[in-house]
């Protein structure tokens, strides 16, 4: 009888596989955001309820403490119904009274990102504004945190530029929301009287915290880019494309305060990348020069008559200890030390402890 052959080729079943496997993850996903949109109602109709009882019938605060006694006999399996978590029920409920924009808006964020909101964000238009953020831009609860704690609402569009008279309506509009001012470099540590060339290196080894930063669109294109004109090089500092604005955007990085000669040299600049590297739809190309400091004025004035799209943004870094502090540092091996030495004293304290069986 003939060997029959396999009705799955290896590469069909693979295929079969993977399709299978995307369907599960598809499912997966629209599972939790369907399990989060109920969450979310429930605890904003929890929270409603409290509120209600609490203004029309003069509850006091304590019915918090015995609804989650109750509520947690009733329910052990679940760790939701803590006094701690039913106050930010009655907070969520208190910030949020529609509840069309609840079930519209916020059932799209995990409940851990409105906790941290409603501790640290008062104003409910900043509050809509992150919420809008992590929903757009898909942020972990730590991101929206480093988010908040970084003032990124306070910086967005703050940026002094050219671009309303330079740059088409709606593009004009969203290229200015997508600089900041100022930038926020704290995960890089370099002396003030480090040269470009560090800052660039800087950036580009945690080129991962330098995007989160830019914001959503960004695509690193290249350090140090070069072009050529007329048989002589030039070289880019940072060169980007913003999937967005359809865009090259140019970063020239100053370790000092602005200088009107920036503003010409970026003018030069992208003019060349419009010319040498933009095709067919492309916009065009924007440039944002970083400086340490700049002077208001000085910068308008720099920008006045410019055709080219240009913004001038400042920065701020986690600066390095002077070395007279640096030295009264301990050491890593001096660190370790003193762990080791911690953690034998406290398993004697354990073992001389009342009430310990020796």
């Given at each position: 009888?003939?060997?029959?052959t ?6 069909h ?19 939790a ?38 509520l ?42 409105h ?31 480093l ?11 703050e ?6 008279t ?52 960004f ?8 072009l ?6 030039y ?12 865009s ?16 010409g ?6 003019s ?6 933009c ?5 065009p ?10 002077s ?19 920065y ?17 091996e ?18 001389e ?6």
């Amino acid at each position: 009888m003939p060997r029959q052959t396999s009705l799955f080729p290896e590469e069909h079943y693979n295929t079969f596989l993977s399709d299978l496997k995307s369907r599960i993850r598809r499912s997966q996903v629209l599972a939790a955001t369907a399990l989060n949109k109920e969450v979310i109602l429930l605890y904003w109709q929890i929270g409603g309820e409290i509120l209600k009882r609490q203004k029309q019938q003069g509850w006091g605060s304590k019915v918090i403490d015995r609804l989650a006694k109750d509520l947690k006999q009733e329910f052990p399996d679940i760790s939701g119904f803590s006094p701690r978590n039913l106050k930010y029920m009655r907070s969520f409920a208190e910030a949020y009274p529609d509840q069309e924009i609840v079930q519209q808006l916020l059932h799209k964020v995990p409940w851990g990102h409105h906790v941290r909101l409603l501790d640290s964000v008062k104003d409910p238009q900043q509050r809509l504004w992150y919420i809008h953020q992590t929903i757009e831009n898909g942020w972990s609860r730590n991101v929206l945190i480093l988010q908040i704690d970084s003032g990124l609402y306070q910086r967005q569009g703050e940026a002094i530029t050219n671009f309303e008279t330079t740059l088409p309506s709606p593009q004009s509009d969203l290229a200015q929301q997508l600089i900041k001012d100022p930038y926020n470099f704290d995960f890089l540590t370099i002396s003030k009287d480090a040269q470009e060339r560090e800052l660039e290196r800087g950036l580009i080894e945690h080129i991962r915290d330098f995007l989160l930063e830019l914001g959503v669109g960004f695509s690193f294109m290249g350090s140090q880019y070069p072009l050529e004109i007329d048989g002589k090089e030039y070289r880019l500092d940072l060169l980007f494309y913003h999937a967005r604005l359809h865009s090259y955007v140019v970063l020239d990085l100053k370790m000092g305060e602005f200088e009107p000669a920036f503003s010409g040299q970026m003018n030069f600049y992208i003019s060349a990348v419009n010319h040498t590297l933009c095709t067919e739809g492309d916009n065009p190309t924007i440039g944002i020069i970083l400086c340490r400091s700049k002077s208001k004025t000085t910068v308008e004035f720099a920008l006045d008559t410019l055709r080219n799209p240009i913004g001038v943004s400042t920065y701020r870094l986690g600066e390095k200890l002077p070395p007279q502090y640096q030295k009264g540092l301990p050491t890593a091996e001096q660190l370790e030390m003193e762990l080791e030495i911690a953690i034998q004293e406290i398993g004697e304290w354990d073992t001389e402890a009342p009430g310990t069986s020796g």
